[in-house]
């Protein structure tokens, strides 16, 4: 009898994840023989890893809502064959309503559509960890290890084992039949002779953000001025850090509502002022109230979540057959698409199409749709003029019907006669839905809510209400002609709007409803059109510079009241945001750092420089050995979007892997020993690195249950070792 070896590398949420479903397999398997599990985590924190830490400091938020974090396979997962006890596969708005019940700890008491903090959800991470694992110590003949250790390296075993993994701790290298490789987040060396190596030269350059705990009164101290690259999640994680997280508070200017502005009062150990910048010179948006959120369990979030009438995986396969670009990756042949020509036209129209649903009413959408039908099925056909071209012939129509539509809405407002036209308009839900949409239900804000103001600031004119493409993209105007202090104060300006149409949700309001919709309801569509090479070499690279920030501005910012923050910090004089989009970073004969806005001419000077954005996985730059051991062992290769010449192909850095998320090898061959999931993936396949979602068919959950089905087989069957 032999025992079976299964490394798992990665204890944070991948791995809590990879044990749940052992622990729903494993006891119906009927296992030939033995089965040890050893679980790596370099942080120690097993179930959360480093980035998800339950002892990480309390003021990081997560961005998204408590009742839409899973931890384990529920009836959407198609890949389970299996499912645990429901009790044991809660959400996490369902785990703190069980902990406060337990402690009355008000930490715990938040809504399912509240954004927690992320500590919390390590907390959780943890605890389901454990309790996953409790459950495989309970099946015979399993073992499992838990071991807080950097792996190292995989050796070829011989004739042992398939590989021997080394690590950081004490003791000999772990025998391993199979290996889930889930290492998560990491950091990349600087490529030398690049920007960010000439940065990383000066001693006030701080490379990560995290851990935050490590950002402190030294690396920045009071009074100074810091630097801050990015204007993302892990920069609000920084602010909120130098400014709440040194004692500074905020206050409301009302009575708490969900429309009052914030106010921050200075601790006075914050630094002078935070100079934060990106490309975009722009925050991410603040994700809206989560009407589709409310039920806790998660089973009723996909019926509310938005059906594609447009982007559909049918319209992708059929603009590959009819435009795509042949191309023989690894295995098979790819027809790949131009994502700016092909797919983001596609993007706009369903973003209007969810918009003017939701500003007029479903049955207007409809209209909309079938005057848009004629033009978008000639799109399918041909494809092949530049996005702007496309984008105006295929919102011609739509915006033709809006015009017929907002002019009775407001002609009924008026008190007008109707127009000729009148009874198909009557017969929809127009006027109501633009009431509603604009001043609220009826009573929602007392008498005056059905009054001549907007409590959301809306225009009261339906004919102000027109989805301009451009202006949705790029809300701040052209970004050449404004100075610094004009781009601060449109910034503030778009921020107060953006957090009014957050509060109002993302079923009610129309910007918010088109973002969400699209960016996020369609992530499985978005994926299908992208993953695998589905996109040229040079598409696949604008994409990452363009098109992934739209999605990552528009749709997976963090919540309403870390962006209330963020713009009280603005106001106050805290956060200084003058230097604006393009912004030229250099470091000063002194040892600081000159921050210029090649849009703006405004010129910043200060003392510390911190990389406020999280760092792409990188396997040829990872500053841990494993990727560069696997490398030089040949056992995997980085994955390679063939363009028309050597110099026209793009390597992202991800792991090159099969569909099922094997490695593959240098010579090209499959290391079916050895699984990649997670961020060593990401780039070749997207999202990647979101939280587990419930009954929402989560690809996360899916990739994960393939990998335990797969292994579970070949436990029972006793063929590991082939």
């Given at each position: 009898m032999s025992t079976h070896h299964i490394a798992i590398v990665g204890g944070g949420p991948w791995g809590t994840y990879a044990l749940e479903r052992l622990a729903a397999l494993l006891p119906h398997t009927g296992l030939a023989d033995p089965v040890h599990v050893t679980v790596f985590e370099q942080s120690g924190r097993f179930g959360a890893g480093a980035t998800h830490s339950d002892d990480q400091v309390p003021t990081s938020y997560l961005n998204r809502v408590a009742s839409q974090i899973a931890f384990a396979a529920d009836e959407s997962t198609a890949a389970a064959s299996r499912l645990l006890p429901k009790g044991l596969r809660p959400t996490f708005a369902e785990w703190t309503r069980d902990a406060f019940a337990l402690t009355g700890e008000a930490q715990y008491d938040i809504r399912p559509t509240d954004t927690p903090r992320r500590y919390l959800h390590g907390h959780a991470l943890r605890d389901m960890f454990h309790r996953y694992a409790a459950l495989l110590r309970a099946v015979p003949g399993v073992t499992v290890d838990l071991l807080a250790a950097e792996v190292t390296d995989l050796e070829p075993g011989g004739d042992h084992a398939a590989f021997l993994v080394h690590h950081s701790a004490d003791g000999p290298p772990v025998r391993a039949d199979h290996v889930l490789l889930v290492?998560?987040?990491?950091?990349?060396?600087?490529?030398?002779?690049?920007?960010?190596?000439?940065?990383?030269?000066?001693?006030?350059?701080?490379?990560?953000?995290?851990?935050?705990?490590?950002?402190?009164?030294?690396?920045?101290?009071?009074?100074?001025?810091?630097?801050?690259?990015?204007?993302?999640?892990?920069?609000?994680?920084?602010?909120?850090?130098?400014?709440?997280?040194?004692?500074?508070?905020?206050?409301?200017?009302?009575?708490?509502?969900?429309?009052?502005?914030?106010?921050?009062?200075?601790?006075?150990?914050?630094?002078?002022?935070?100079?934060?910048?990106?490309?975009?010179?722009?925050?991410?948006?603040?994700?809206?109230?989560?009407?589709?959120?409310?039920?806790?369990?998660?089973?009723?979030?996909?019926?509310?979540?938005?059906?594609?009438?447009?982007?559909?995986?049918?319209?992708?396969?059929?603009?590959?057959?009819?435009?795509?670009?042949?191309?023989?990756?690894?295995?098979?042949?790819?027809?790949?698409?131009?994502?700016?020509?092909?797919?983001?036209?596609?993007?706009?129209?369903?973003?209007?199409?969810?918009?003017?649903?939701?500003?007029?009413?479903?049955a207007t959408g409809a209209l909309l749709a079938r005057a848009a039908e004629p033009r978008y099925r000639r799109f399918l056909q041909d494809a092949d003029d530049t996005a702007h071209a496309a984008i105006a012939q295929l919102m011609e129509p739509v915006q033709r019907e809006f015009e017929r539509v907002a002019e009775y809405v407001a002609g009924s407002a008026a008190g007008l006669p109707a127009t000729a036209d009148a009874d198909c308009y009557a017969r929809t839900d127009a006027v109501e839905a633009f009431r509603c949409t604009v001043f609220g239900e009826p009573g929602e804000f007392g008498e005056s809510g059905r009054g001549g103001r907007s409590p959301w600031g809306h225009p009261t004119d339906p004919r102000d209400h027109a989805f301009v493409w451009e202006e949705f993209f790029e809300p701040l105007g052209p970004k050449d002609t404004k100075d610094g202090d004009a781009w601060q104060r449109g910034l503030i300006d778009h921020m107060r709007r953006d957090c009014r149409a957050a509060a109002q949700g993302n079923l009610r309001n129309p910007?918010?409803?088109?973002?969400?919709?699209?960016?996020?309801?369609?992530?499985?569509?978005?994926?299908?059109?992208?993953?695998?090479?589905?996109?040229?070499?040079?598409?696949?690279?604008?994409?990452?510079?363009?098109?992934?920030?739209?999605?990552?501005?528009?749709?997976?910012?963090?919540?309403?009241?870390?962006?209330?923050?963020?713009?009280?910090?603005?106001?106050?004089?805290?956060?200084?945001?003058?230097?604006?989009?393009?912004?030229?970073?250099?470091?000063?004969?002194?040892?600081?750092?000159?921050?210029?806005?090649?849009?703006?001419?405004?010129?910043?000077?200060?003392?510390?420089?911190?990389?406020?954005?999280?760092?792409?996985?990188?396997?040829?730059?990872?500053?841990?050995?494993?990727?560069?051991?696997?490398?030089?062992?040949?056992?995997?290769?980085?994955?390679?979007?063939?363009?028309?010449?050597?110099?026209?192909?793009?390597?992202?850095?991800?792991?090159?892997?099969?569909?099922?998320?094997?490695?593959?090898?240098?010579?090209?061959?499959?290391?079916?020993?050895?699984?990649?999931?997670?961020?060593?993936?990401?780039?070749?396949?997207?999202?990647?690195?979101?939280?587990?979602?419930?009954?929402?068919?989560?690809?996360?959950?899916?990739?994960?249950?393939?990998?335990?089905?797969?292994?579970?087989?070949?436990?029972?069957?006793?063929?590991?070792?082939?």
């Open positions: 290492t998560g987040h990491s950091r990349n060396h600087p490529v030398p002779g690049s920007s960010t190596a000439l940065l990383a030269a000066n001693a006030r350059y701080i490379r990560s953000a995290y851990p935050l705990a490590d950002i402190n009164l030294d690396t920045a101290p009071p009074g100074s001025s810091v630097g801050v690259l990015g204007l993302g999640l892990t920069s609000v994680d920084l602010l909120m850090h130098l400014t709440e997280g040194r004692g500074g508070e905020f206050a409301t200017t009302g009575g708490g509502g969900p429309l009052d502005d914030l106010v921050y009062r200075p601790s006075g150990r914050e630094p002078a002022v935070i100079v934060p910048v990106s490309p975009s010179g722009m925050f991410t948006w603040a994700r809206a109230e989560n009407a589709k959120a409310a039920d806790e369990t998660g089973r009723s979030h996909a019926g509310l979540e938005h059906s594609a009438r447009f982007l559909i995986p049918d319209a992708i396969a059929t603009l590959r057959l009819r435009a795509g670009t042949p191309r023989h990756l690894r295995d098979a042949e790819v027809r790949q698409l131009d994502f700016e020509r092909h797919i983001f036209p596609l993007v706009v129209l369903e973003m209007a199409y969810v918009y003017y649903s939701t500003l007029f009413g479903a910007a918010k409803a088109a973002c969400d919709g699209v960016w996020r309801d369609l992530r499985s569509t978005f994926s299908a059109a992208i993953d695998f090479g589905g996109l040229t070499a040079a598409s696949h690279r604008s994409f990452l510079t363009k098109h992934l920030r739209y999605y990552t501005r528009m749709s997976n910012g963090t919540g309403m009241e870390a962006m209330k923050k963020v713009l009280a910090l603005i106001e106050a004089g805290v956060v200084d945001v003058t230097v604006g989009p393009a912004p030229v970073v250099e470091p000063t004969p002194d040892g600081g750092f000159l921050l210029r806005g090649t849009k703006t001419g405004a010129e910043r000077t200060v003392d510390h420089l911190i990389e406020g954005k999280g760092h792409a996985f990188d396997a040829h730059h990872d500053v841990r050995p494993l990727y560069a051991n696997l490398l030089r062992r040949n056992l995997v290769r980085t994955w390679r979007n063939t363009g028309d010449t050597p110099d026209e192909d793009f390597v992202p850095g991800a792991i090159d892997v099969t569909r099922d998320f094997r490695a593959v090898r240098a010579d090209g061959t499959v290391e079916s020993r050895i699984t990649v999931l997670g961020a060593p993936v990401e780039r070749l396949c997207f999202f990647q690195l979101s939280a587990a979602r419930p009954y929402a068919g989560s690809s996360v959950l899916n990739n994960i249950a393939m990998w335990a089905e797969d292994l579970a087989a070949r436990l029972k069957d006793d063929d590991i070792h082939d």
